[in-house]
């Protein structure tokens, strides 16, 4: 007989409960935590007793393993109101679900849960997701471990802290979980959005709806096209309008076009007129021009302005790192005269004029150009972004490289 | 957005959209398998057997409607639920039996390309191993989807089956007889065939199949009337092509009386009978049968293993990213080919053994599928209606006692 300071939750339940006097009170069925800890803390003990099932405030209680059986002795046991507690079941909302591993950047499935009694209380403190959590809870664990043994080998067992835990995927949604997401969202939308496809379709809605719309843009941007498609489907309107407009136009344009006609009708119409105006335009071009493809964020200047104002406008605005290396001049009808770089306006004395200094051999698309050339033209340049205009040289909008990698890189995969 | 010759494409795409996973599940579902038993029951009894696609057609639909509606509520694979809710013991059981019934599914498959390119004079030891390594590229190489679509529209050309039987000549009047009076016989071979007929049509790794396609094509609640269709549609579509196999080689093999034992058999007897044409047909279907399928069986086996465990599991995974994935599809694959590679390798029993994993199988995984599509905590307000119930417990009931008298025949004998 020995008492335990850890232990793990596949080993406890179906353990018996004992009064002080060693009366036996029920059975363990699942344990409460409550989640508001930064490890959670156990809470409760949901008991089967003879009255049926129920739930009690454990208190602190004693753990005692006896020939490889384990055996809970509480002090006592009082009646619990867990209405005004952040609590999660952790054999039914936790044990074998999926959780995100932050740190790895990846769904895992919960194998079992490990726990540190001190003398504040129980708390669970890791999660195993390897394999050895799996023959323990198939009974194998042991009997391997001695077989493995004098070969010097050991069973791979992995553990995460509950610190590198987001569990996203509980079954009900009317827990408040403290900071929702908090862990996630400090990760490169990139890397969230490679998550996300992991979630199953519930789980991946639940997330989106939870975080702020400029995040939920971002995270949206990188996701695979047939999970953008899904979510839109089924997020509220409102909030997928609201997405769709914190997004650059020509990636809203893209997936609008992918969607059927009446769904990308009703989400257009719901979006703010402007934001919807440049996206309805934009998805007028056949897919395969030009002008599908140009971002209509593009930053320019009447060529009379000097280099001051033009510094000064640029503080105003704070473009995105993407936009502000190309910087167009333009004339009174909107035609495209040349562009400058921000060395040229940092080289230059502040009162001259943008039409002195800019480099007027520009290469430009026209809106109706294929795509095809594309590659071709910024590849032989050199060009992070290349300017598009129509007939009449009115600028539109540009093109960005990472668009046109983008899209190399799709229709290489659909030619495979 | 680029896309070339984007009409085709577009076409293409609309038109698998319309299509979808009921459809799909139902045109794997006849795979070399299916189509050695179908033209084993047509060989050996003729037109008598016709009657048991009607049963088969209904459970068929039971089912594959509650996994679609399963995958359609809670958003996950069936492995996904049977974890969550069966605990780790009955999971890895059920699993290891997964993976049992399925090796020796992919063995069948190998059979059916071995056997479906002898007809055209090439050996096995060329034939099984070069579609082995065709297979182990198509889905390491992550070009799965693509492919998939590929074999979608070669599916189609499993109609050759209708080609073939119309070819035959069959009796009609007899078909129909045999369909409004059902001839039992309750003769020890008679039985087994009819097990085997419903058996190879219902087989469990089509409801994993099934049900990760419903989520993977993101179909949702409003969605359910559009996907019962489609599942209705799928199962047509299998019992149809069964239909025409079983009548191809009941007009000509069993009124000649030549016996078979395997489906390319089959190709090679109705040869002087139809003409080498209906032949040559009948073993191209046999072939794009068995190389979808072995294509699929290996990858959706190892994707529901992973599921289950929290591997990391997709076609557009790396090597690097997801090796239990890999592995476990290498080693279903391998095992699947060395087992046909073996000189004198005895098919039957191989095939009758899967049959038995399967048999295993399949009231375990329908038993948690009534409990988990009647659990309120699963599927809200889409639980089971007293007619849902009632069907699919007595479809369960009828599917557990053929399972067990498939198993339990073969020890008696």
């Known amino acids: 007989m020995s008492a335990i300071k850890t232990f793990y939750l596949s080993r406890v339940l179906g353990s018996r409960i004992y009064s002080p006097e060693l009366d036996v009170i029920g059975k363990l069925e699942d344990i409460i935590v409550d989640i508001s800890y930064e490890r959670p803390k156990i809470v409760a003990l949901k008991l089967k007793t003879e009255k049926g099932h129920e739930e009690f405030d454990s208190g602190p209680f004693d753990l005692i393993k006896r020939r490889g059986k384990y055996y809970l002795v509480c002090k006592e046991l009082k009646p619990i109101n867990l209405s005004k507690i952040n609590h999660v079941y952790l054999a039914k909302q936790i044990l074998d679900r999926q959780i995100v591993d932050v740190n790895g950047r990846k769904v895992v499935r919960v194998n079992d849960l490990r726990f540190a009694m001190i003398p504040s209380g129980t708390f669970l403190v890791a999660v195993d997701v390897g394999i050895e959590g799996l023959l323990r809870r198939l009974g194998l664990a042991k009997p391997l471990k001695f077989l493995l043994k004098p070969f010097g080998l050991s069973i791979p067992s992995k553990f995460m802290p509950w610190d590198e835990v987001e569990h996203i995927n509980l079954p009900n949604l009317s827990i408040k979980i403290s900071s929702p997401y908090s862990k996630l969202l400090t990760l490169h939308p990139s890397d969230i959005a490679d998550i996300i496809e992991e979630l199953d379709r519930n789980s991946q809605i639940d997330f989106m709806n939870t975080i702020d719309e400029e995040k939920a843009a971002d995270v949206f941007e990188e996701l695979e096209q047939d999970v953008q498609i899904s979510l839109l489907e089924n997020l509220p309107v409102q909030k997928a309008a609201d997405v769709l407009e914190k997004m650059p136009a020509d990636e809203a344009a893209d997936i609008l076009d992918d969607l059927d006609k009446e769904k990308a009708e009703e989400l257009l119409n719901e979006m703010e007129k402007e934001a919807s105006d440049e996206v309805r335009e934009l998805m007028e071009y056949p897919e395969n021009t030009v002008g599908s493809l140009m971002t209509t964020d593009f930053i320019a200047f009447k060529k009379e302005m000097t280099v001051q104002q ?3 406008e640029l503080r105003k605005l704070k473009p995105e790192s993407d936009s502000i290396y190309y910087l167009y001049v333009l004339d009174n009808d909107e035609k495209l005269l040349g562009t400058v770089s921000l060395r040229d306006l940092i080289i230059s004395d502040p009162d001259i004029k943008l039409v002195d200094i800019m480099n007027q051999r520009v290469i430009k698309m026209q809106d109706y150009d294929k795509i095809d050339d594309l590659a071709e033209i910024i590849s032989k340049y050199n060009l992070l972004a290349i300017p598009v205009v129509d007939n009449y040289s009115r600028l539109l909008g540009m093109i960005l490289i990472d668009d046109v990698i983008f899209t190399l890189l799709k229709s290489r995969k659909r030619k495979l | 957005m680029v896309k070339q010759k984007t009409n085709f494409w577009k076409k293409i795409l609309i038109f698998l959209a319309v299509l979808g996973p009921g459809i799909i599940t139902g045109s794997v579902d006849n795979d070399a398998g299916g189509i050695t038993t179908y033209s084993l029951a047509g060989a050996i009894y003729g037109y008598k057997l016709i009657w048991t696609l009607i049963p088969a057609f209904i459970a068929l639909v039971v089912i594959q409607e509650m996994n679609a509606r ?170 149809v092509i069964a239909f025409f196999i079983i009548v191809a080689c009941a007009a000509t093999l069993h009124v000649n009386g030549i016996e078979i034992n395997e489906a390319k058999d089959a190709a090679i007897a109705l040869e002087p009978l139809a003409g080498s044409f209906a032949a040559m047909l009948f073993a191209f279907g046999l072939f794009i049968a068995s190389i979808f399928s072995a294509c699929i069986l290996p990858i959706a086996t190892a994707f529901s293993v992973c599921e289950a465990f929290g591997f990391e599991a997709g076609v557009d995974k790396s090597l690097k990213d997801a090796p239990e994935y890999y592995t476990i599809f290498t080693i279903i694959l391998l095992t699947g080919m060395g087992i046909i590679l073996i000189p004198d390798a005895p098919l039957i029993q191989i095939t009758l053994w899967a049959q038995v994993a399967n048999g295993i199988l399949l009231p375990i995984i329908l038993f948690y599928i009534m409990r988990m599509i009647n659990d309120k905590d699963i599927m809200g307000n889409y639980t089971n209606k007293v007619f849902h119930n009632v069907v699919g417990w007595s479809t369960a009931l009828v599917l557990i006692i053929l399972s067990v008298v498939l198993v339990v025949l073969p020890i008696i004998e």
């Open chain 1, 310 to 312: 033009t510094i000064d």
């Open chain 2, 70 to 239: 399963m995958g359609i509520v809670t958003g996950k694979g069936l492995a996904d639920l049977i974890r969550e809710n069966a605990g780790v013991k009955t999971t890895f059981l059920i699993f290891i039996g997964v993976l049992i019934a399925n090796i020796g599914n992919t063995a069948t498959e190998f059979a059916g390309i071995a056997g479906s390119l002898e007809v055209f004079g090439v050996s096995k030891y060329i034939s099984v191993p070069l579609s082995a390594i065709v297979v182990w590229f198509i889905v390491v190489r992550g070009t799965y989807k693509s492919v998939e679509k590929i074999f979608l529209i070669f599916s189609l050309f499993l109609f050759v089956y209708v080609i073939s039987a119309l070819l035959g000549k069959p009796q009609w009047g007899e078909i129909g007889e045999s369909i409004i009076k059902p001839h039992v016989e309750f003769e020890f071979n008679y039985v087994t065939m009819v097990i085997g007929l419903i058996g190879t049509t219902i087989c469990p790794w089509m409801m994993f199949y099934l049900q990760s396609s419903v989520i993977e094509k993101g179909l949702k609640p409003d969605n359910y009337k559009y996907s019962l269709w489609d599942v209705v549609i799928g199962s047509i579509i299998t019992v």
